[in-house]
């Protein structure tokens, strides 16, 4: 993908940011994820109703990077079991660390392919999902 | 000034976080390089030359050391660093004569080390930590410090300028105040020593720490002051080698007298050493030098930066070499990667004042801390790169 356009992509998430709401988040699992070596400080909200995700939303303060990550990661996790975000989650942390991956189901994601180029933004990136992941690990150990 | 003498300046970068750390002089290197070259062994053990020679080298550093604060060199503890010194002043002196109920007063733009310490003691004993009201411009007034104390005041604990804001407080008028209600004063010196001349006769505080590794010293060593007869009642949290005369039996165990008895364990040599080195090279520029220079640097940046409306800095009124800004709808993380991209070195976060937030409505800063090596063209470059705010959106990712 064109640099620009994965410009253009990451300011509009970051300029307007998907679900970044917590109105009526009752009953949803909440986790916190922040970044022990900059800033960025995110809550995020889950719901999940028999192994599907079917609602994610955030607030918090993060950088561009950070914030266009969640909203992206947002849509694209909305709708799927926990097997298939797990299995998202797993090919797009290989393509940030360079290695063999999938494109399961990226979408707007891709524009993060080149990150691994940024060794210190490879934590923006990750925020979100080390948060997703927690939350899933809640989850389950609920269950 | 003295540009050259920095072995990091050769390559294309701007360095303007020094309050986090600072670049060292090649003398400073040179000095640690010397003693793992040429005397590398232990102190306190002279049987043999070079050990001698570690020494004569530790001891010198400790009267330079002193010197250089107008302290005695039996006042003078060699740490880790300000946070080690500050949680030993905590832990091995206060721990043992504060009770339940009495208050430690500090104030919301303290840094961890100076907040920390004291609310475990506060979970440990029961004592109160409270905080001296700042101003609207964030300062310290004698007054409100008046305000503040009360008869269960037993220690103020400020570091002597801000890491976050860059404000210098009163600390001999503190003092001064303080002692006439048996009222104890450590300085936190981390970002006041190694910018102002400190003299703790004249200031009277009771405890002073501060580190090498913003002084232009070695990292991973630093000072603990006391005024002897406290030092004298400190209790070593750290037992071990070097600090102890005598043992035979658990009630048979004789201490070294101070500072000695405080440094248990073979020391940072190389650090301390290194320490001494960066103190002669802050003396042969003059300390008096060194603060007009970050005085006038930072004024010259408020003048080129007054147009910019886009840029707000909240700590305009601090004769100190900090600078703390917003830019209008820019993250300062992600101001701070749009420099990067130039190789220019800030600070974005809430530089370890997390509690300050409460004080100032503002969560995170872009901080600059200038020190000596930085120029007017440095400067120019920066306000370059900050007067255009779609680029820094356009580049900040």
Same mark, same amino acid.
């Given at each position: 993908?064109?640099?620009?356009?994965?410009?253009?992509?990451?300011?509009?998430?970051?300029?307007?940011?998907?679900?970044?709401?917590? !109105?009526?988040?009752?009953?949803?699992?909440?986790?916190?994820?922040?970044? #022990?070596?900059?800033? *960025?400080?995110?809550?995020?909200?889950?719901?999940? !109703?028999?192994?599907?995700?079917? !609602?994610?939303?955030?607030?918090? #303060?993060?950088?561009?990077?950070?914030?266009?990550?969640?909203?992206?990661?947002?849509?694209?996790?909305?709708?799927?079991?926990?097997?298939?975000?797990?299995?998202?989650?797993?090919?797009?942390?290989?393509?940030? #660390? #360079?290695?063999?991956?999938? *494109?399961?189901?990226?979408?707007?994601?891709?524009?993060?392919?080149?990150?691994?180029?940024?060794?210190?933004?490879?934590?923006?990136?990750?925020?979100?999902?080390?948060?997703?992941?927690?939350?899933?690990?809640?989850?389950? !150990?609920?269950? | 000034?003295?540009?050259?003498?920095?072995?990091?300046?050769?390559?294309?970068?701007?360095?303007?976080?020094?309050?986090?750390?600072?670049?060292?002089?090649?003398?400073?290197?040179?000095?640690?390089?010397?003693?793992?070259?040429?005397?590398?062994?232990?102190?306190?053990?002279?049987?043999?030359?070079?050990?001698?020679?570690?020494?004569?080298?530790?001891?010198?550093?400790? /009267?330079?050391?002193?010197?250089?604060?107008?302290?005695?060199? %039996?006042?003078?503890?060699?740490?880790? $660093?300000?946070?080690?010194?500050?949680?030993?002043?905590?832990?091995?002196?206060?721990?043992?004569?504060?009770?339940? $109920?009495?208050?430690?007063?500090?104030?919301?733009?303290?840094?961890?080390?100076?907040? @920390?310490?004291?609310?475990?003691?506060?979970?440990?004993?029961?004592?109160?930590?409270?905080?001296?009201?700042?101003?609207?411009?964030?300062?310290?007034?004698?007054?409100?410090?008046?305000?503040?104390?009360?008869?269960?005041?037993?220690?103020?604990?400020?570091?002597?300028?801000?890491?976050?804001?860059?404000?210098?407080?009163?600390? /001999?008028?503190?003092?001064? @105040?303080?002692?006439?209600?048996?009222?104890?004063?450590?300085?936190?010196?981390?970002?006041?020593?190694?910018?102002?001349?400190?003299?703790?006769?004249?200031?009277?505080?009771?405890?002073?720490?501060?580190?090498?590794?913003?002084?232009?010293?070695?990292? $991973?060593?630093?000072?603990?002051?006391?005024?002897?007869?406290?030092?004298?009642?400190?209790?070593?949290?750290?037992?071990?080698?070097?600090?102890?005369?005598?043992?035979?039996? =658990?009630?048979?165990?004789?201490? /070294?007298?101070?500072?000695?008895?405080? %440094?248990?364990?073979?020391?940072? =040599?190389?650090?301390?050493?290194?320490?001494?080195?960066?103190?002669?090279?802050?003396?042969?520029?003059?300390?008096?030098?060194?603060?007009?220079?970050?005085?006038?640097?930072?004024?010259?940046?408020?003048?080129?930066?007054?147009?910019?409306?886009?840029?707000?800095?909240?700590?305009?009124?601090?004769?100190?070499? =900090?600078?703390?800004?917003?830019?209008?709808?820019?993250?300062?993380?992600?101001?701070?990667?749009?420099?990067?991209?130039?190789?220019?070195?800030?600070?974005?976060?809430?530089?370890?004042?997390?509690?300050?937030?409460?004080?100032?409505?503002?969560?995170?800063?872009?901080?600059?801390?200038?020190?000596?090596?930085?120029?007017?063209?440095?400067?120019?470059?920066?306000?370059?790169?900050?007067?255009?705010?779609?680029?820094?959106?356009? %580049?900040?990712?």
């Amino acid at each position: 993908m064109d640099s620009n356009l994965k410009r253009e992509i990451i300011l509009d998430n970051y300029s307007h940011p998907y679900n970044k709401n917590i !109105d009526n988040v009752e009953g949803y699992i909440k986790v916190n994820s922040n970044n #022990e070596s900059c800033i *960025d400080n995110i809550d995020l909200y889950l719901k999940i !109703d028999d192994d599907i995700i079917t !609602d994610v939303r955030f607030d918090g #303060e993060a950088c561009a990077i950070s914030t266009a990550s969640t909203s992206i990661m947002i849509k694209n996790l909305i709708g799927k079991s926990i097997d298939e975000v797990l299995k998202y989650i797993e090919n797009f942390e290989a393509m940030l #660390e #360079e290695k063999e991956y999938e *494109d399961t189901d990226f979408n707007e994601a891709i524009v993060f392919d080149e990150t691994y180029k940024q060794g210190n933004r490879r934590t923006c990136v990750t925020l979100p999902y080390v948060g997703i992941k927690k939350a899933i690990k809640e989850y389950q !150990d609920n269950k | 000034m003295n540009r050259e003498d920095f072995p990091m300046l050769n390559q294309d970068i701007i360095y303007l976080d020094n309050g986090a750390t600072t670049f060292k002089p090649k003398c400073v290197i040179d000095a640690m390089n010397d003693y793992y070259t040429k005397y590398s062994a232990n102190a306190h053990r002279g049987d043999y030359d070079i050990s001698y020679k570690v020494d004569v080298a530790y001891e010198n550093a400790r /009267k330079n050391t002193a010197k250089f604060i107008n302290a005695e060199p %039996e006042e003078i503890v060699f740490t880790s $660093g300000a946070t080690d010194s500050l949680n030993i002043i905590a832990n091995g002196f206060f721990k043992n004569i504060l009770e339940a $109920g009495d208050e430690v007063l500090i104030t919301l733009s303290e840094h961890a080390s100076n907040v @920390l310490p004291w609310f475990k003691l506060s979970r440990d004993l029961g004592i109160n930590v409270n905080y001296i009201e700042l101003d609207s411009n964030l300062h310290v007034t004698i007054n409100n410090v008046k305000k503040a104390i009360n008869p269960r005041t037993k220690v103020i604990s400020l570091a002597g300028i801000t890491n976050v804001v860059g404000d210098e407080r009163p600390i /001999k008028e503190i003092c001064r @105040l303080a002692h006439d209600n048996n009222i104890f004063v450590v300085v936190d010196g981390a970002q006041s020593v190694p910018h102002k001349p400190t003299d703790v006769k004249d200031l009277d505080c009771d405890f002073l720490a501060f580190s090498a590794h913003k002084m232009m010293g070695p990292t $991973g060593v630093g000072v603990l002051y006391g005024k002897r007869e406290l030092l004298e009642t400190i209790e070593p949290v750290s037992l071990g080698g070097g600090m102890n005369e005598s043992f035979d039996s =658990i009630d048979e165990v004789y201490l /070294k007298d101070i500072p000695i008895r405080l %440094e248990a364990g073979t020391q940072n =040599i190389a650090g301390v050493i290194g320490l001494s080195a960066a103190i002669d090279y802050i003396q042969r520029i003059g300390l008096d030098n060194i603060d007009i220079h970050e005085i006038r640097l930072k004024k010259y940046f408020m003048e080129k930066i007054k147009d910019i409306k886009h840029v707000h800095v909240i700590n305009e009124e601090c004769d100190s070499g =900090i600078i703390a800004f917003t830019v209008d709808d820019v993250f300062p993380q992600d101001v701070a990667y749009y420099l990067n991209k130039y190789h220019i070195c800030v600070r974005a976060g809430n530089h370890c004042a997390k509690i300050l937030k409460n004080a100032i409505g503002v969560k995170n800063t872009v901080r600059v801390s200038l020190y000596i090596y930085n120029t007017e063209s440095e400067i120019d470059r920066l306000v370059e790169l900050l007067s255009d705010k779609m680029r820094i959106i356009r %580049e900040m990712i």
